[in-house]
């Protein structure tokens, strides 16, 4: 078994495969410092909960966009797990492109995800990630990484609103039954989630209108992706493991023999 591992700014997404299939997934919060004693803890409870014995575990490859974790958990697989984990980064064997002119400034996650998007539901295609940002990346028919948009996440956008406005609540982030709000939270929720589905729309068309693909397919990933794929038909699918289907992806383009 490969476990996979997605560090993002918010959470530490873990995947256990067993060759293509996804058999545990699990979560870690980023924020706390913790130390390898720490990390190996908490990696080997969370796979036992999932019925997996940490010595199943034959290899790693950690995606990661908060390098000041990475000494930790590495030191973690190492001293723990008696691996050595992959780390995506420049260089290493994607099977995509990056033609941009700067490709070390792209983050390994939207690296992965292209990877997934690309491979799974071939190109062109934009793939989205509703993560801490929400990114958009264009990957084209040949398997190139065009580029890509960045915007302020769901959640801090919310965040700024309650901790920026004196007199504005923290919510639940939902759709509201009417766009039009009645009352404070519903106005907030309306505002949230609408405005990330106009925001969609609008960079798809846009897109899709500047790059002349109007074939070009839209994916989605991230956990409140799916309250705004269930709001529009511009997207073709949702999927919530994207980003560790790809990081497995690259995972197998390295080759590397299992001890």
Request: hydrophobic share 40%; with cysteine; glycine share 8%.
């Amino acid at each position: 078994m490969i476990l996979a591992i997605d560090v993002g700014n918010t959470n530490i997404t873990c995947g256990v495969f067993e060759k293509d299939e996804i058999v545990a997934s699990f979560r870690i919060t980023t924020k706390m410092p913790r130390t390898s004693d720490e990390y190996a803890m908490n990696l080997k409870t969370l796979l036992e909960t999932n019925h997996i014995n940490a010595g199943d575990i034959k290899d790693a490859i950690i995606c990661s966009v908060v390098p000041n974790v990475m000494h930790s958990l590495e030191g973690a697989l190492i001293k723990y797990f008696h691996i050595t984990p992959i780390i995506v980064e420049a260089g290493i064997r994607t099977g995509i492109r990056i033609v941009t002119p700067n490709p070390q400034q792209i983050g390994a996650d939207r690296i992965v995800d292209a990877v997934a998007a690309y491979e799974l539901y071939g190109g062109p295609v934009l793939v989205i990630d509703y993560g801490t940002a929400t990114t958009y990346d264009l990957v084209d028919e040949s398997g190139s990484f065009l580029g890509g948009i960045t915007a302020p996440g769901i959640r801090i956008s919310a965040k700024a609103l309650w901790e920026d406005a004196a007199k504005l609540p923290e919510i639940e982030i939902k759709k509201p039954e009417m766009i039009l709000g009645k009352d404070t939270i519903t106005s907030m929720q309306s505002g949230l989630v609408y405005g990330q589905i106009g925001q969609l729309e609008y960079i798809i068309k846009k897109v899709k209108e500047e790059m002349n693909l109007e074939n070009m397919k839209v994916v989605v990933t991230g956990g409140l992706g799916r309250i705004i794929s269930n709001e529009t038909d511009m997207i073709d699918a949702y999927d919530p493991t994207l980003t560790l289907k790809g990081i497995n992806l690259v995972y197998k383009k390295q080759n590397r023999k299992i001890k």
